[in-house]
């Protein structure tokens, strides 16, 4: 029996972003990776192309996260020094890049100095070859005097700088058209915060094509489906044709998931749900899954049990 | 899907008799299309127009309800692709495989861990919903499904290639509505067979959706209604694919044949997995999927990831207005106020739950919204947090009269203090990120 022809016709396509810079084009990565391009829905290449797969970055951070010691040790003892935690992340867990995180600068916590992070910049730019995702710790006034000395210390490896917001793009554009960096344009949870920000890139005179959004990201049964809609409404109105929203978007999966109790909290606390040591991991891979479906290019993932779960769906989801 | 007056018009004799009380046929088609006449309210509609306007009324996806009366579980009636449309129904249901290797005594113990995987979780109960039989193979297929039958307390799915061991099987359980599964192109006889005598659902598998449609029309014809269609294929890209396009058939085109909810059965071995590819199911269209593991570890997440995307984007998620306790929290312990938007609450809970210092938080109704969007809507005010603290009573809890709000209400404090007890009030952190190190480095009883 014949099906009907539901395909849906597509006007356009989300932005292709290059990240990172060989040493022809200026940089000292092995290779770059690219993300986004695509002109259908996630996985639905029945009605469009997907020129690149959804990829993999590895978190690292200058300092050792407020996590659980059975995350912290399923990834090693590596974990104690940014530049072995990405080796190993690129090495033994096959990770597409690195995104590195300054934690340890927030003025609320250890307070570390912009050079101390762009010390630990420089180190991983030469320990990996992989190309480099640079967060601030998130605190705007901070982050102003941080991600300047970490982009300083990048200068022509075309690195992906988070993330620009409403109250700080200024100075996040200046660097990145200074450094020659992509940006993450962020807008907690709200699409049309989304689309604001990216005009204000815009008319700050930065390409958005060379722009990912970030959502913010929910971990998973904490506003998860809040940000999955978000994901899908994005993908949708960018293939629409609306350039303002045409952006790849990043997850910061790792970064959300083991700060929420079922995957931290072990079973004295949560009596019946299982060995944390196994619900930890799937909690973050499991939450990575869904946004990949919603329409994620990139997800930044920690645990290597999460990472190689997760992208064995890939693979088979690329066939 | 819902016939326009026109096509309503179509249907009637086109007399204008007036014997339905309306002027003409057409008004009366435009009332029946709003939905204020039935079609039979026109005495002269032929049986043929009835017919067909019940076909055209009736939903694009079958509801489809598995199980005995008081326990089915029900599943399908979706009406959008995405749930920023309107919203996703029912949602995705997870069955747990017992395979037919196991032994008697096994397989009990696995029914038993099914009837014990029940969670709570934010005020509302998950656990697997359906018990997945697997009849090929087993020595006595009808002694099979009585025994964990009778031990069940989810409806069960009776899965199997061969339609002699199936009809054994169904008809041992008849009275309990098991789905029999495990319908294709090689057996479709034999289970139309046995779904239309025994009256059971059927579960229908197909090498492509061409063939699955042609097998559903063909189960159809013999008065088969209740159908789920089944994938399994080890390929999670053409799985989704498949689950898509069905769905957008039935949804946009009203295409009959696959107007059913899908069952996705998952093969793999590995557990990490195949927790990971039961959740991409479990978020794209899949209304069942049958896993094998039943590890608390594995089905909650799962669970979860339905727990999501099936909530109500319309409605504002809450958490009940009343005074939470975190971590044991003592008379000395910290009190703070928040809003009943639950991802707010839950932000806070957490955060404050990771900076291990027990806390009181109490929880103003704000009709689900976060403390910006009740401020500026005018959903929250000092005097209403004044009033909540009353009500709430939480000045019997603790010695002193310290008050944290939060910081993006600063100018709460001096009103707070003015016109309650709470003479202290300490503007906390504008975001929850900011709990711990906040509690840890300036909160003293």
């Keep these: ?319 | 899907m819902a016939l326009t007056g026109m096509q309503i018009y179509k249907l009637l004799p086109k007399t204008n008799c007036k014997d339905c009380g309306l002027p003409t046929c057409m008004a009366f088609a435009m009332q029946v299309a709003a939905k204020q006449k039935a079609l039979t309210d026109c005495p002269h509609v032929s049986e043929e127009s009835k017919e067909e306007l019940s076909e055209a009324s009736s939903p694009p996806m079958r509801l489809v309800k598995i199980g005995p009366e008081g326990k089915q579980f029900e599943i399908g009636q979706e009406t959008v692709m995405f749930r920023h449309e309107e919203k996703f129904h029912r949602p995705c249901g997870i069955a747990v495989r017992i395979p037919s290797s196991l032994s008697d005594e096994e397989a009990l113990a696995k029914s038993e861990k099914i009837n014990k995987s029940v969670f709570e979780r934010v005020g509302q109960t998950l656990k697997v919903q359906l018990c997945a039989v697997e009849i090929d193979g087993a020595a006595d297929p009808a002694g099979r499904a009585k025994l964990v039958a009778e031990k069940s307390e989810v409806p069960l799915i009776l899965m199997g290639k061969n339609a002699d061991a199936m009809k054994k099987a169904a008809e041992a359980i008849k009275d309990l509505r098991p789905l029999v599964g495990g319908a294709d192109a090689s057996n479709i006889d034999g289970f139309i067979d046995i779904a239309a005598s025994l009256k059971l659902p059927v579960a229908i598998s197909g090498k492509n959706l061409e063939e699955l449609a042609d097998l559903t029309s063909k189960a159809k014809e013999k008065g088969i209604e209740d159908i789920i269609l089944s994938f399994n294929t080890e390929n999670l890209g053409d799985t989704l694919r498949w689950l898509t396009l069905a769905r957008r058939a039935a949804l946009r085109k009203n295409f009959r044949a696959l107007g059913y909810p899908a069952l996705v059965e998952v093969t793999t071995k590995d557990a990490e997995e195949e927790t990971v590819v039961a959740s991409a199911y479990a978020a794209k269209y899949a209304g069942i999927v049958i896993i094998d593991n039943v590890e608390p570890w594995e089905l909650l997440p799962i669970m979860v990831v339905v727990q999501n995307v099936y909530t109500d984007p319309q409605v504002p998620n809450t958490v009940e207005a009343k005074l939470y306790e975190v971590g044991n929290p003592d008379e000395n312990s910290p009190v703070m106020f928040t809003t009943n938007f639950s991802l707010t609450y839950f932000s806070v809970e957490s955060e404050v739950e990771r900076s291990k210092v027990p806390a009181y938080i109490c929880v103003v109704e704000t009709e689900g919204l976060g403390v910006l969007n009740a401020y500026a809507g005018d959903k929250i005010s000092a005097e209403k947090v004044v009033k909540t603290l009353n009500e709430q009573k939480v000045a019997e809890k603790v010695k002193h009269r310290k008050l944290i709000i939060p910081g993006l209400l600063p100018i709460f404090r001096a009103e707070i203090e003015d016109t309650s007890d709470w003479k202290e009030v300490i503007i906390g952190p504008e975001t929850a990120r900011e709990i711990p190190a906040f509690l840890t480095n300036n909160w003293k009883s």
């Design chain 1, 1 to 319: 029996m014949e099906i009907p022809d539901v395909k849906e016709k597509w006007t356009s396509k989300i932005n292709e972003v290059t990240i990172g810079a060989t040493k022809e084009q200026g940089g000292t990565r092995a290779k770059t990776v690219t993300v986004g391009g695509a002109s259908t829905l996630p996985f639905m290449n029945f009605e469009g192309d997907i020129p690149n797969r959804p990829v993999i970055a590895g978190f690292v951070s200058d300092v050792v996260p407020e996590w659980p010691d059975v995350i912290k040790n399923a990834i090693g003892k590596e974990i104690s020094s940014p530049v072995e935690w990405a080796q190993k992340n690129v090495k033994d867990f096959g990770v597409d890049l690195i995104s590195l995180k300054m934690i340890g600068a927030d003025p609320s916590g250890e307070n570390r100095q912009p050079a101390e992070c762009a010390k630990v910049v420089e180190d991983i730019l030469k320990a990996v070859d992989v190309p480099l995702i640079l967060w601030g710790c998130g605190d705007d006034e901070k982050d102003n005097h941080v991600l300047p000395e970490c982009s300083q210390a990048a200068k022509g490896e075309n690195c992906l700088i988070g993330s620009a917001k409403e109250g700080n793009y200024m100075t996040v554009v200046a660097i990145c058209k200074a450094d020659k960096h992509k940006i993450i344009s962020e807008a907690p949870v709200d699409i049309n915060l989304a689309k604001q920000v990216n005009i204000l890139l815009q008319d700050a005179g930065y390409d958005l094509k060379d722009v990912v959004m970030f959502q913010t990201t929910a971990a998973l049964g904490y506003g998860y489906d809040y940000v999955h809609t978000i994901i899908e409404r994005c993908r949708t109105v960018g293939l629409k044709g609306d350039n303002l929203m045409a952006s790849p978007q990043i997850c910061d999966v790792a970064g959300e998931t083991y700060r929420v109790k079922e995957a931290v909290a072990d079973e004295d606390i949560l009596p019946g749900w299982g060995k944390l040591e196994r619900r930890g991991p799937m909690w973050e891979a499991a939450c990575a899954e869904g946004y990949l479906q919603a329409g994620a290019d990139i997800l930044v993932m920690a645990h290597p049990n999460a990472i190689s779960a997760v992208k064995k769906t890939l693979d088979k989801l690329m066939q």
